[in-house]
């Protein structure tokens, strides 16, 4: 393992992993973006990603978990060591056992889509026009937990690759196959495929324990400001509403699609 050691805040290389933390711009242009966390790293290249550089912190990396990255890493991954100051100011989080890589993205679309063998009914999570990178964090992390076929984001107000996105996923994004489109192609999509659209709206809807999730179906989140927007409404097949008790008219949008999916999970009878 070569590594080179970045000692000043002007090195170029270093300037170059602060845009790819700060601007999504910089992450599309060099199809680049920052992991940040031993667990995530190697959340990362357990489903194959391939990561491009890895940085630690000289002072301060545990030589336990930079020999276990080294093992797992390709050939190619470059190596680059800071002190503590510089490392500061790429670290997104602080706890994060002092490693962050730059992996390439990889991008889905809905034709690369498989759904799983093993469920007896594709789960698909849809958002849309969700701006808020750690709810989509969040809503990622909902849909691995329950094992969702895919999560499809729709009309993304946030870059998929944003460093509090990824944090918020807490790795799950890796191992979830995201395809972003505009609604329109969801749409078409999930009615090709004979997935049935459930759509979280309070108007004109039955309560969510009263529709049959036991089938292949797509759950439907908007935005807690705006909800849905008409198309989706239109191209509902289930309207479905989480009921409120109490003086909010809602939940976080990763609450609600939490309360969802796990409905879905108890009617399939999944223990």
């Known amino acids: 393992m070569y590594v080179t050691e970045i000692t000043s805040a002007q090195n170029p290389r270093l300037k170059s992993f602060v845009r790819l933390m700060e601007k999504s711009r910089e992450r599309r242009e060099t199809g680049l973006f920052l992991v940040e966390g031993f667990r995530e790293i190697l959340r990362c290249i357990e489903s194959g ?102 999560v499809i984001i729709c009309d993304p107000l946030t870059d998929l690759y944003n460093p509090n996105l990824i944090r918020a996923s807490v790795g799950a994004l890796f191992n979830l196959q995201v395809a972003t489109c505009d609604s329109s192609q969801a749409i078409q999509w999930l009615k090709a495929n004979g997935i049935r659209i459930f759509t979280a709206q309070l108007q004109d809807s039955q309560l969510y324990y009263n529709a049959n999730m036991a089938q292949p179906c797509a759950i439907v989140m908007g935005s807690e400001a705006d909800g849905l927007s008409p198309i989706w409404r239109k191209a509902a097949d289930a309207r479905i509403r989480i009921p409120m008790l109490g003086i909010s008219d809602s939940l976080n949008v990763s609450v609600s699609a939490a309360v969802l999916c796990y409905e879905a999970i108890r009617q399939r009878g999944i223990r």
Request: charged residues 30%; negative net charge; contains cysteine.
């Open 49 to 150: 990603y391939t990561v491009d550089s890895l940085i630690f912190n000289a002072g301060r990396a545990a030589e336990e978990q930079l020999s276990i990255l080294e093992k797992r890493l390709s050939g190619d991954t470059r190596y680059y060591s800071l002190k503590d100051e510089l490392y500061s100011r790429l670290a997104y989080r602080e706890g994060t056992e002092n490693f962050i890589a730059t992996v390439k993205e990889r991008r889905l679309a809905l034709s690369d889509i498989v759904f799983k063998k093993e469920n007896p009914f594709p789960l698909i999570l849809v958002t849309e026009s969700v701006e808020k990178p750690g709810n989509i964090g969040a809503l990622l992390r909902t849909a691995d937990a329950c094992n969702a076929d895919a």
